[in-house]
């Protein structure tokens, strides 16, 4: 009986753990309406990078550029639905949308990579930090889906 009792209180904990990590954090309106003017900032931002005829920017960066938009505006488009519908499984299907956009994004600049610079450490430097976001945005999309899993089946 002990073993019985034992292993449903491992149950719980592990259940409690999983509850606590995947736990739906309260959002505020307000934050979705900041995140939209600043991707709107950003993809100003971004389309004008060229123009502004910066050294370490090549023209390659045009290549890369189309990534960008759809990320962004997709981005944007998000934060505008959230405003007015965001349950939380609705939350991590989008979030794992958006994350798979802004990994091509990194996947893009990393593979065209539209930068030179003068000093090859920096562009060392900024190959391992492409290489960094790829990993940390699988691992992001990764735990969507457990959360996205945990929603579905109400854990």
């Known amino acids: ?18 509850k606590k990590i ?11 309406i900041v995140a939209v003017i ?21 023209s390659a960066f045009q290549d890369v550029l189309w990534i960008f938009n759809i990320s962004i505006c997709a981005t944007i488009i998000a934060n505008l639905i959230f405003l007015a519908y965001h349950p939380g499984w609705f939350r991590s299907l989008v979030k794992i949308i958006l994350n798979t956009l ?4 990194c996947y893009y600049l990393y593979t065209i990579f539209p930068f030179i610079f003068s000093q090859a450490a920096y562009t060392i430097i900024l190959k391992i930090i492409l290489i960094f976001g790829m990993v940390a945005l699988i691992i992001a999309s990764l735990v969507e889906v457990l959360r996205l899993i945990f929603k579905i089946i109400k854990i």
């Open 1 to 18: 009986m002990t073993e019985t009792s034992e292993d449903g209180n491992n149950q719980n904990k592990i259940k409690d753990f999983l």
């Open 22 to 32: 995947f736990e739906e954090k309260d959002v505020s309106k307000s934050e979705f």
């Open 38 to 58: 600043g991707n709107v900032i950003i993809l100003y931002i971004v389309n004008s990078l060229l123009s502004w005829d910066l050294g370490f920017i090549t």
């Open 102 to 105: 802004s990994f091509l994004v």
